[in-house]
């Protein structure tokens, strides 16, 4: 999945979001024990900097066009 969050390809990238959120989401509802937030650690720790820097590439995206459907892609990205 890291790997796949370095393609220019949004749509790529927009999908592997939506896995990331799933396995994320795992998370939300867990007690706080040990175990749990060990492997909340690990997968955080995993994931923390290559999503910083697709976030960073794609707000300088962003920044690059003027047209709408571009920009509403790339806020999807953002958003997911």
């Keep these: 999945l890291i790997a796949r969050l370095k393609t220019p ?3 790529v990238i927009n999908g592997v979001l939506r896995v990331l959120h799933s396995i994320f989401k795992r998370y939300q509802n867990q007690s706080k ?3 749990v937030l060990k492997e909340l ?3 955080l720790d ?3 900097e ?3 820097r697709l976030y960073q590439q794609v707000a300088g ?3 690059q066009t003027q047209e709408i459907e ?3 892609v790339l ?3 953002l958003n997911t």
């Design 9 to 11: 390809d949004i749509n």
């Design 33 to 35: 024990n040990p175990a």
């Design 41 to 43: 650690k690990y997968v």
């Design 46 to 48: 995993l994931f923390a």
């Design 50 to 52: 290559p999503l910083l």
């Design 61 to 63: 995206m962003l920044t």
């Design 70 to 72: 571009p920009q509403r």
């Design 75 to 77: 806020l999807t990205a």
